[in-house]
């Protein structure tokens, strides 16, 4: 459940992730996504791992992985833990608190520490841990724990473990520079360019036209289960509230009188003014001008002529004016009357002489003068007060079990049904579907760990507008019916047999020309050049310039050897390439210009910071050592993927 965690620490992450530490980030994870639902070594059972003095057990990690597979979701609605388990998220699952427990022995081997005090900040500054008012609140941090099944010491070690990666990590990982001749080989390789050739086989062309039958779809239908299984959904039940729904109390003439009196210096009359000015560094400069002042001259004209320059202040009370020079001065300023000069009289900095710019006196405002300001502040500090409250009362009744119905039923709030609904707030099968965007953090909380009938509350909008909420029931993800998918597993199938089809003559193609034979004579001869041979290259400091992705083709072009050929499969069936690289044009590193260099070293630097900060991770694993149970670890992946149950 500390997977929820990950979230709190957006402005650190920020910091490191503005220094490029890309494994800090990763060692980050790890020690913010430990599970909630248990302790280190404390389920008992088989462990799949010891790092130094700590176990880690097959209910933990498994509980981890499915922590991040939820938060993985988040992005990517279609995936399915078989997907995401053989995407490598168990071994990154694995590999990340491995990392972390490392990291937290050897920073203790190391000296380094973390007081109760600086964690107490950290809570304090987290939002997730914040009320309505915008400052911690003690319930909703409580709120917080219930939800994720976490304990206070749980979230106090996980911030510890952040601030000992602040401390150890970050110092690590800045690097201000690269020398330029480290930088050199890196600026050619860079600059350096490539032309090849590029053929495109479709799998379409080689696709049967036949229809294989239900058995053989329904076979394949078994071997592709997760390409067409609609995620998990899950229905809400939900109430809104919002200020209108809160009953204010009127504000008293008792009130106000009492409000007025509590801030009489707010409403008592003031005089503010606005003053020319000059330092002089001498009396006798400051006495010349002055007489040039008040002869007639401007503050500024009078100044310039010996070299200074005058300024003037804003509009300033005589308390405002004494803290910027001196009470005596101030006194004076205020006793002058408009365009009056004052002084010299010596201060810290030297000589001052003002000039009286403008007076601007405020009346005293009566009792009744001020009422309407006075109620229009109070009656807004009443409904603030008021909808906190109510959301505390909702909350309280969510923390003690009562239902959506009974919540809803005692404040007289209409409860709305939801359609099964995937994580992005559409529902499968109901094309017309649109949720309000307001619903958005209602939908995104209730896959976000939530069981069935569990209440909790989400802000729509921050201080105005809240949902209360629970999962009325969840959709496991499966695929559709057969017949609802027919046509479409008719068609994937065809474009399969193509693949292989295309994929057999690719291979066929890079024999030939790995024989001596030219691409397109090869393409011919193999019945595959249909879309012709095409030069494809180019410099690889250009390859994902402004952000754009890299084309898979140039990727794999770009990581060749020189002469080389290599197939490529287009994804979705869609057919396969045949890559030839020919020329590899990089320049001689001594001959790149020192200013281009210079300017390649400077990102270096953040890349050079991660690679140490992956060695100390490296080398906190060898202090406190690791070993890890494989076997125990494959039986958890076969249970994730569906394919067996594993035994502790």
Do not use: C
Not at 558 to 586: C, H, I, Q, Y
């Amino acid at each position: 459940m500390i997977t929820n965690l990950r979230r709190l620490f957006g402005s650190t992450i920020g910091k490191i992730v503005a220094l490029g530490f890309i494994a800090l980030i990763g060692v980050l994870f790890a020690l913010s996504d430990v599970t909630g639902n248990s302790s280190f070594g404390g389920l008992g059972g088989a462990n799949v791992a010891k790092v130094g003095d700590t176990d880690l057990g097959i209910g933990e990690l498994r509980d981890r992985v499915r922590q991040s597979y939820n938060q993985a979701r988040q992005q990517q609605p279609g995936l399915t833990m078989a997907a995401f388990v053989e995407s490598g998220g168990l071994d990154q699952a694995l590999n990340q608190t491995i990392d972390g427990l490392a990291f937290e022995q050897f920073a203790g081997q190391l000296g380094f520490a973390v007081s109760k005090r600086q964690i107490d900040g950290r809570i304090a500054d987290i939002p997730a841990f914040a009320g309505v008012s915008g400052k911690f609140d003690q319930k909703t941090f409580e709120n917080f724990m219930r939800q994720n099944s976490l304990t206070e010491a749980q979230i106090r070690r996980e911030l510890k473990q952040q601030l000992l990666l602040e401390q150890i990590g970050m110092p690590i990982g800045s690097l201000p520079r690269v020398a330029l001749g480290l930088a050199q080989p890196y600026a050619a390789l860079l600059l350096e360019q490539r032309r090849g050739q590029a053929l495109y086989i479709p799998s379409s062309v080689f696709a049967p036209a036949s229809d294989p039958g239900d058995a053989a779809l329904q076979t394949y239908l078994a071997q592709n289960k997760s390409k067409f299984t609609v995620p998990e959904r899950r229905v809400l039940q939900y109430a809104l509230f919002d200020r209108s729904a809160v009953p204010v109390p009127v504000v008293s003439d008792a009130e106000i009188a009492k409000a007025y009196k509590a801030n009489a210096a707010q409403y008592a009359a003031t005089e503010t003014r606005r003053f020319a000015q000059v330092i002089a560094p001498d009396q006798a400069t400051a006495n010349g001008i002055a007489a040039k002042v008040r002869g007639g001259a401007t503050l500024a004209a009078a100044a310039q002529t010996v070299g200074l320059s005058a300024s003037t202040t804003t509009e300033l009370t005589q308390s405002a004016y004494a803290a910027q020079s001196s009470a005596a001065t101030a006194k004076l300023a205020f006793a002058a009357k408009r365009g009056e000069v004052i002084g010299p009289v010596q201060e810290g900095l030297g000589w001052t002489v003002a000039r009286v710019e403008s007076v601007t006196a405020k009346p005293a405002r009566t009792l009744a003068d001020a009422t309407p300001d006075i109620r229009t502040e109070l009656q807004k500090n009443k409904a603030n007060e008021a909808i906190v409250d109510y959301y505390n009362a909702v909350q309280d009744a969510v923390n003690s079990g009562a239902s959506i119905e009974e919540i809803a039923n005692d404040r007289k709030l209409k409860i709305e049904t939801t359609p099964a609904l995937l994580p992005s707030g559409r529902a499968p099968g109901l094309p017309g579907f649109v949720p309000s965007p307001e619903l958005a953090p209602m939908v995104s909380g209730a896959f976000q760990g939530s069981e069935e009938g569990e209440g909790h509350i989400a802000t729509l909008v921050e201080n105005e507008k809240f949902a209360v909420y629970a999962v009325k029931s969840i959709v496991a993800a499966a695929p559709p019916p057969f017949a609802q998918i027919r046509a479409e597993l008719v068609n994937d199938w065809r474009l399969a047999q193509g693949q292989k089809v295309a994929r057999d003559k690719a291979r066929a193609i890079v024999k030939a020309v790995e024989g001596g034979k030219a691409l397109p004579e090869a393409a011919s001869a193999a019945g595959a050049a249909m879309a012709g041979v095409q030069t494809i290259g180019g410099r690889r400091a250009d390859l994902g310039r402004d952000g754009k992705p890299v084309p898979p083709e140039l990727a794999l072009l770009f990581s060749m050897a020189k002469g080389s050929v290599k197939t490529l499969e287009v994804p979705g069936n869609r057919g396969w390439m045949v890559l030839a690289l020919g020329d590899v044009d990089r320049p001689n590193p001594k001959d790149i210009e020192p200013a281009r260099v210079a300017a390649i070293a400077q990102p270096l630097a953040p890349a050079f910071g991660n690679e140490l900060v992956e060695q100390f991770a490296a080398e906190a694993k060898r202090r406190v050592g690791v070993t890890i149970n494989k076997d125990l670890v494959e039986q958890l992946r076969k249970e994730l993927t569906g394919t067996a149950p594993v035994n502790e």
